[in-house]
Every structure is written in structure tokens, then in C-alpha cells.
């Protein structure tokens, strides 16, 4: 049985991640494409800037780009995967969730909100149950899903294995992010050649809250964030894909390297069709993991750690991800496919 | 009076930022230049490969580089500032001062050594005397006074200023920083373009020593080192001069945004030459200080610093610095500077 | 007597640098500056986003940004330096040279119209005359001057000297522009970080008629354009500043390389107070000129060639110059001394 | 049957290539890895510093690493590919010929020499049988097989199809080549970040003498190079990998932008197991082909090109190809499948 899945926000630079994900997906066919105003009624070839070094897939190139209106989308999608700007998003994904589509979602808004899951399914899959609560309190034929951000995304693993083993108090963190992660006109080249810029509106915020709610533990009716303090400093870079971070935490119990290393390895991924076989992958050369050279392990849905040492009362590490891949698009197909997994779909 | 200068190593990154400080100096003449056997012999126009974007002073491209040792410079230089490798430092700069020479060095070696002054003028100019214990424990009559790491200038001043404010206890630093500060081959571009390296081998140790000597109390026989906890992270990312770093603190006593940045912006520079006349600019807008628009600030002297927030216990910001001007060939001129006011030149 | 001038466009890139240039200006005095609609009202400091790495001059920071149209300038402005979309230009400029203003203009609009003089004032100044036929025909009080674009400009004095000495038959252009030449957001990170692109819309054309304009003779009535061939290939790199190109010329004369390098350094520069003191340096070393280490010399008003080398009937050389400086805001601060210096002022 | 090739140079940047392309090759299998003096003797994974965005292959890893001569490599190795300095080449390919084995080798030395094959499959196949006279003259069992440089292959396959539809009189062309091209550390961040340099040293007169040579006829005898003139200006720019051209011909024929598009898109790939599907793949799109987003295509083992247009009396377009794949390991690859195909090996 296929999945027919529509795309939201489909021209965009994670729009365009989430095409090349599930042009081969095993269950998810794409069958719907949408995108701003303008770009609605064109051929996405002509609708996207298309800025993947493959070519975009024949079949969807043709594809009639539509509005992002309930009314715009085929009656018989499955799922939607969105990618909207925010503001669209808060505006119109309650939308879809009235009129019955299950949406998992990559936009920012809603993440935070108590009835709404908030998922990275290799840390806390059983959050995914929330949506009983949310179609109880709204009424909702379809549900809202959320991943998280995509630098929330880089260290909640490794985090989530040192917090069983050993339990996180503090994390401190601070991040060197990509460019493609604002967006394909997000930072123009003026702003970043030979350059750094030490913020990025709202993502510490994100990083302090989402992670916390990640973190946490849900217990059929309502989810407790985890009591740690995070904080966060983020950072855009001279860099296309991959957010690399600096980690420092604080641990309950003492932690040696070694320990440390052996509970990222063996924090278990999942069997879902886009899960990495291994979840952490960990470095022993301190001068890895690096952007360009570790972002695309495991077709960019691993995590890779490197740098483990221990600290007074705690441990530092530095983690990476794919922004694009693992931290957005691959971020919502994973909850598409827990959804489906748990019979939302 | 004219100070005669001698430059070892003049051919380096510091070492032509080194003569661009040197050429109009105020009191400062350069009057010798050494560097690698390969280099000596040669006209300097044709031994450097000059990476400025200015032309090579004229005297300057046709005077004759020599060998790095004492017998090849003239005796009757007033100074000598030492860029070298810290091998080469570490064997050569002992028998510069053995011969007389007062050598202010920018190389790593020796710089925590208990009779080594590693002074940043503005913040613990007083340590300068203890060249005092180091004739009359090494029988010198040159001296060896040191300036830190690039990194550790950078955050230093504005530490100072809330140390002195607010008690200083721990310090938990982020850099990301340029690849000038690795020297002319330091970093090839398949390493960093489109990259970013977690690790920068010794510079975490160097932060967390060289500071906590800096911000210690000299009382005439010993440096004693403050007892502030500092955790560092070193990245190298495709920028090409200037330092960036996130630094979060733990303080002994609370203190505002606005009280802390009062405290940095009224933190008193010097009368030196070389000196800024603000040692610490403080931006309200928190996507600065940036590396390319901030790092000339007072020709690349002063020490940026914004994104001030009050945390947990304490207080986080980012601070941005030159990191060959002001933090290795200025950081050595103002060295000179403070020797020539102190009456060891 | 100081000259009062309005700058058209004053927030964008270019617009930022002719306040640079003006600002510390000899004889002109910055007396009005205007931007698009949603930027008039504001003061400087909080319209425009400043990517230069100097501070906006305090006067300058304060002053209010007005609407661009003749009713919202001062009456008393003597001349007006204009920056703007092309498609904007085509608009505002003609009603401002109606009311009488004199427009000294980089917007690529109106430049190959014959009756618009189209000056570099060391290549052909005495097309500046060109303004008496543009009055008689268009009965305008004021007048419009055009310099060419930033990347004609950077080939146009080496072709002038070998023409003038050899005559030029035919030219074969390639570039490597930087981004700034496409204004502060024209190029996007995601477009040029590890990338070239091999097209600039228009830019081509404006290579092969602006040089031919420019290096054509005037004969008090028309000007009569140069009858080379020109070729042009025109290319975006990941350079922030300074546009550098490989040029072949076909020659009627044989040269050899030492002529041509003869011709070239000895081509006349002006006594206008931005021309540089020798137009054209001539680089020996094959690997210079380069964007980062060339383009500010003279204070970026100077051009940079090398590589001369001899072919089969003509001569290969490269050329750089400062794409916003000499090519674009420094070149309309010239044509503005020319105007003044020929009493058009 | 399997071919067992071993790879001389091979911690190099093109020698991590080799290892990338023959790992899953259907016909070739790596049984022996040769590097300078300090990394013989190491196992690859301590010898190389890995650059490329995978991890190296588990069995290669362990692989030891021997030293590149003759004695010290195993007897029944079939093929060899060579990716040394030319230097080194130049003295050490002959050994290897001597000793019986094949040399299909990517080194700069002996490729126009009058009885070296020097070939690019697609373009002139018919050359390789050049081993018969090189046998007879040097009394080698062995053979020398050499593929051009990198920018020479990026634009010959265009011009061999513009050749033999209009016939090729003048080639002008100007490149923008990749760091990777000069190997791992050939050019350093601080050169090329914000930067270009316009020249590579010996890369023009290879570019100018290879392409006649390939473009040229093998009677069985020797070869006669193309009359065709060429003048190249070559280019290093911040990019990763993949070299970019702009070139202008003279043909004999006239030729319409139509034609010449399908004379490139038409013009015949081979059936090895390397060649891609479709050898030349022309872009509508002015603004392709750009390094990031073309490089990869059919495995990096296309060649594209775009901005194909009318001049008077030739054709102008740009080229592109990915200068570690196609332009130096999978070219030497080629030839090795060539040599078999051939029956050499």
C-alpha cells in the first residue's frame, strides 16, 4: 500500500530535500506539490529554483504546482509533509488538520504548544500518542505532528543517551550552523563571505524549549518537560549543509569518556525505512566530526559526535547533523513514518 | 628617541603584520629581520610571500632578511619581537636574552612559566616587573615577556572587566576562528572551504592557562592565577582574520545587561601608542560584533563585544578581536610599548 | 566653496560606498541622501544596512533619508550622484535633470543613448562636452552623466593605452566578478558558497557597447563608437571585492610584451582628487593581480594588470579594479570632478 | 576475470578519487597502494587524510602502504594506475614499464611525447594503439598510457564535437578552476578565500599543447596535432571541485547555436563500463552549468556545457566538468577500461 503524500511550501530548499527523500521512498509516492502564490498553476521545474546537485525526478518536475489551501490539494493525500514559513504555517496547517489530513511538519510554529507532539522518533517515539489529546481538545479528524529544529535536532541524541545513562542537569551549547538552513535567500553572500554572525532570531529560544520538551516525559495525557537548563548561542557560518555544535553538560553521575562514547554507540535507532542503522555515530579523531566531510553518513540521518571529554561534574562533546536532511526534511519523513508505524495514517 | 626593533621570523602572517604596525610607528624603527635558512640571504621583497592588501614598505621590501640567532642581528637593537614557530621560540629566545636582547614574544612556548610575564597591557600591566625575578633567577640581562594566544586576547579584557565588577567563576568559551591565525599554510582550502574543524590542537589548554594567568595577581615575587573555571571549544572556520567568540560566565555577584556593559565600556585602555582609544566597544544590536565588519575597529586594536544576556547566575556575550593584529603583532608591539614606559628598553 | 551634493539610492551597496568616498571629499559636501519607500522618513543609521568596515560617519548616521524625487531634495544641491535600479533610474533621473539638477549616474540606464555623455575622465574626458547637444536637444537646465559599468571600467584604461599605441582590432573578455557587483542581496549564499556561475544577465552586452562608446572619438556633435570587436563572457565567483578578468587583444601593430607594459604604465592619469596618481600598475609576478590583495590600491581607484603576454598577432593580459570603488561609486565621484572642473557645477 | 590495478600516489587528492571510483568497480580490484617515503609502511587509514565525503572503503583501510617502485609492489598486478608528481612520475613510470606492467597514468610528465598515448576515450580511442610504436622504440613489455590534464579534458569532448561537424580553427578559452585541482594542499585558505589568482603555473601551455594532441590524427605511425590555434588564461577560484571554462572558437564552417547543440549532445559515448550515459549534456539555461550543482552528473564522468551562442565566425559556450573525477582518476580509469577492452592488459 502506497502512501500519497502532498508536499507544502514544495519549491524551497527543504521543500526540494523532501522531494529527493521520497522520490525513492519505499511507501510514500508524492502526489501533491504546493507553493506560494506565484508559483501556483506552473510546472514545479519552472515554479523551483532547484539548487540539489542531482536532477529533480522527471515525474515530479511536471507536476502542476498547486495552492496551500485544503481546497487546492487532492481529497485522497494521506499525509502532508509541510515546510511553510511560520507565519504561513500557524495560518494554515490548522486548516488541513480541520479538514481531516494528518500533517507532519517542519515549521516552526505549534512545536511548543502542550496538545501538539513534538517528535524525534529515536528519543521519544511514545510522545507520538499525544495526538489523542489533541483530537480531543480540537476536535480534529487529521492531527498536527512537529520535528523539531534542526539545530535542536543535531544534540538531542547524543543528549537523550547521556540523560539515560548518567542524567543531564545543564547543557550549554553553542553552534556553527549552515546557510541552507534560513532558507534558500536566508543569508546573501555579502552577509557571510569571510564572515560570522554570532545570532539567529529565535533560535536559542528553540534550542532552550524544544529540547527540553523532547527531553521529556509523557504519560498519556500531557507531556513534562525535562528540568535541565540549556543554554544556547548560535552562530551562522561560511558553510552550505551541516550544523556542527559545541557541547558542555553537567551530569548527575560521573561520566568517564569512555562511558560516555559507549552510551552514544548503543542508543538504538529504529527499523523505520529512513532511520540510520547506527543513530550516534562517534569519532575518536578530535578534529571530527566535520561539515562537509560527515553530513551525508548514512544518506544524512545519522548524528556523529566527536571531541568526548570529560569535564568537572560533566562531559563535552561536539555533535553534527545534516540540517536539511536529518534536521528537516528526513526529520519530518521520519515522524510520516512513525505515524504510519502507529496506524495514524 | 628612535627604538631599534629587530623582527625574528618576519617572513610569517604575524610577521608582515609585525612590519604593516612597525613602518609608522611612532617610536619604533625596524632595523633587523630574520627568519627560516631558506629566507636568509634574501632581499625581504623576495623571501616573503606578502598576503596584505597594502604594497611592502620600500626600505622594508630591500632590506636583507638574516638567520635567526643572535650573532646574525646587530647589536644595538633596543627590542626584539619574536614570531616564531614555538620550537624554534623555545630554543632561540633564551639565547637572544642570554646576549642582552629584551625579546617580546608572541610564540606559545614558555608563556605560563612563573617568571615569564604574559601581560595584556590593559588589563595587567603591573605584571611587567616580574622580568625583575626572571634576570635574578636566569641571570639575564634581556628579558622575556610574552603575550597570550590570540583566542585567549580576545576574551580576556572583557572577562577583566567583569571580574572586577562582579567576581568572575566560571567561564565556559566557544571560538570560532579565522584561519590567518594558523599561519600562512596553516590551513589548506580543501580543509575549510565549505567546512568548519571542531579542534584546534593545544588552543583549548592555551585558553584555559593563559587566562586565568592574565586575570592573577602579580605581588611582586609570584603570579598567583585566578581560580575561575574555564572551559573552552576551538573551531576553525572559512573566515579569513578576526575572532569570534560565545563566552557565557558564571558571576559571584548578579549584574544586569546594562550593568555589564557599563562596566566593559568604562574597562580603562592606555595611553600606549598602540592602545585603542575604547579598549572595549559594546554593541546593542546582537548579530555583532561580525569578523569582516568589525574586526578593523580602531585599527584592529580594540576588542568588540555584544549579544550581552543575563543567564542563570550569570552572564553570556560575544566578543571579537583581530586575531593578528590585536591578537599577536599589536598584542607585541603594546608589549614593546609597556616596556619602553617602564624603562626596560 | 564646497559643492552640495544628493546621493540617489544612498542605502545600497554602491550607495554606501559613495558615502565613503564623500564623506572625507575635498570639494563635494553630502547634503541630501534618498532611498526607496520604505526607507524615507528614517535616519541613515536605521535605513540602510551598513556592510562597510568602517562606521557610518556620525553626520551622515543622522540624517534623515528622503524620497527619491526632485520635490523631496533641497533646491540648492549642485550636483546629484545617482545609484539606482536601472528601472528606477530610467524613471527619476530624467525629472530630476527637468528641474535642473546635474546627475553625475552608475545606474546602467540611458548609457549607449547618444546624446549621454559616457565618460572614465582619463580615457575620454572631452566626451563630457557631449552634455551641450544633450540641452539643445532635450531643453533640459541640468544634464545626465553616465559611467560605465563596473566591469567595463576594469578593462577599458589597458585598452585605451594599447589602442592609442597599437590599435586595437578585437577583444576577447572573460570575468570573475565579485558578489558586491549584484548589490546586497543580489547573489544568495546557497548560489555562490563552493560555486561560479557562468552568467550575468545584460552584462555581456553592456561589455561589448560601453567599451566601444567609451573608447570612440567625439567630434563636438556625435560620437562615433570604436569599431572593435568585442567579445565578453561574464562570471559571478565567490569574491566579495574587486572584479578580475582575462582579456585578448588582437593589435594592428605588433607589440611586444614590454611595450605594451610601457604603454600601459605610462598612460596618463588626471589631477582630479580621486584619480588615482598612476592609473595603471603593471604587475611582473603572473599571479597578480588578485581580488584581495590588489583591489584598494589607491585607495581602490587604481587598475591592476599582469600576465602580459604576446600571441599571434596582439597581446593577453588580466586587470582588476575595485568594482564599487573605482568601478562604480568612484567613478561617479569623477565624472562629478570632471563636471565641476569644466564648469557644469 | 578481475584486473588487479595498483595506484601509485595514492594518499593524494586524486589518489583518494581512485580509491572512491575502483572500490565498486565491476572489472578492477585494488591489490596494492604506494605513497612517498613517510606514509610506506602505514597502514591507508593512518596514511591518508582522508577528504571525501564517505568513509574509506574497510578492506582499502587496512590496506598496507608500499613504496612507489617497482621491487616493492606485487608481480601480478595487470594494470597500475599513476597519480604522482610529475617529477616523481618522470622518473619512476619508466621503471614500471620497464618491468612489464601498464601504465595508465594521470602525471603531467610525457604526455606529448611522439609515442605516448595520450587519450580520452570518447574522443580519440584510435590513439591507444600509439603503444604498439612506443613498444618498438623503448623495448618496454610494459606500456605508458597518459590522459590530459584536467582542464584540457573539460573542454575537449565540446570542441572534438564542434570539430567534426564544422571543423575547429581558433580556440580562446578561459577557466575557473577548483582548489582540489592543485591536490591537497596546492593552495592554502588565506590564498583563496575572498580571492582569485589568474594563473596556474604550465597549466596554459598544457592546456594549448594536449588538446591539439587529442584533437589530433593517429595514422598508425604517429600522431598529427590539430592546427587549430588555442590561447588559454587559466584561473584558480574558491570552489571545491569541478573546473568551469568559457570558450570561444573560430570555425571553419558556420555554425547556428542549434546545430552545435545537437552536434554536442549528439556526439557518441562508449560503452565502458565508466563513460557516462550521455557524454555531453547541453544546458538552456544561461546560467548552468555551475561546479556545485553539475560536477556530480553520471558519476562526475559527464561533461556540460551551456550559454552556447552565435559570434561572427564561431560559437561561444561555457564547459564544465569535475576536475578529481572525470578530469584526472576516472579519466585514468578510462584508459584503463580502454586498455582492456584493447586487449593490453
Known amino acids: 500500500m502506497t502512501v500519497r503524500a502532498g508536499i507544502l511550501g514544495a519549491t524551497g530548499a527543504v521543500g526540494q530535500r523532501l522531494i529527493q527523500l521520497l522520490d525513492p521512498h519505499p511507501d510514500f509516492e508524492i502526489a501533491a506539490l504546493t507553493a506560494s502564490g506565484d508559483s501556483a498553476g506552473k510546472q514545479y521545474r519552472d515554479a523551483a529554483k532547484w539548487r540539489i546537485n542531482m536532477q529533480i525526478p522527471d515525474d515530479v518536475a511536471e507536476m502542476t504546482v ?25 495560518a494554515v ?44 481538545e480540537r476536535g480534529w479528524d487529521g492531527a498536527l505532528v ?7 535536532i543535531t ?28 532558507g534558500y535567500s536566508g543569508v546573501t553572500s555579502m552577509e ?30 500531557e507531556v513534562s518537560w525535562h528540568d535541565a537548563r540549556v543554554d544556547a ?61 560527515d553530513r551525508d553518513r548514512e544518506n544524512g540521518m545519522a548524528i556523529a559526535t566527536g571531541g568526548l571529554q570529560e569535564t568537572e561534574g560533566g562531559l563535552q562533546f561536539n555533535c553534527l547533523a545534516h540540517n536539511t536532511m536529518r ?3 528526513g526529520a519530518s519523513i521520519l515522524n510520516g513514518e512513525l505515524l504510519l508505524e502507529n496506524g495514524y495514517l
Chains 1, 2, 3, 4 share one sequence.
Not at 512537529?146 to 535542536?152: A, L, R
Open 66 to 90: 498547486g495552492e496551500t489551501s485544503p481546497d487546492a490539494v487532492p481529497d485522497d493525500l494521506d499525509i502532508i509533509f509541510s515546510s511553510l514559513p511560520s507565519s504561513v504555517g500557524a
Open 233 to 293: 548561542s548560535c552562530n551562522r557560518i561560511p558553510t552550505l549543509d551541516g550544523h556542527l555544535e559545541n557541547v558542555w553538560t553537567d551530569l548527575a553521575e560521573s561520566a568517564t569518556a569512555a562511558e560516555a562514547e559507549a552510551a552514544m554507540e548503543e542508543y538504538p535507532s529504529l527499523d523505520l525505512p529512513s532511520s540510520p542503522d547506527q543513530l550516534i555515530h562517534v569519532f575518536d579523531d578530535p578534529s571530527r566530526p566535520q561539515p562537509r566531510l
Open 146 to 152: 512537529k520535528n523539531p529544529n534542526c539545530s535542536t
Open 155 to 182: 544534540m538531542v541524541p547524543p543528549l537523550a543517551a547521556l540523560d539515560e545513562a548518567f542524567g543531564l542537569e545543564r547543557v550549554t551549547v553553542s553552534t556553527l550552523q549552515a546557510v541552507s538552513g534560513a
Open 327 to 329: 534536521g528537516a526534511a
Open 93 to 136: 496547517e490548522p486548516e488541513f488538520c480541520e479538514e481531516g489530513y494528518v500533517v507532519s511538519s517542519n515549521s516552526s510554529n505549534a512545536r511548543t504548544d502542550p496538545d501538539v507532539p513534538l517528535t524525534v522518533p529515536e528519543v521519544n517515539a511514545d510522545h507520538i500518542d499525544l495526538i489523542e489529546v489533541q483530537r480531543d
Open 192 to 221: 557571510i563571505i569571510d564572515n560570522a554572525i554570532p545570532h539567529i532570531g529565535g533560535e536559542e529560544e528553540k534550542m532552550e524549549t524544544e529540547s527540553r520538551k523532547l527531553l521529556g516525559t509523557f504519560d498519556g495525557a
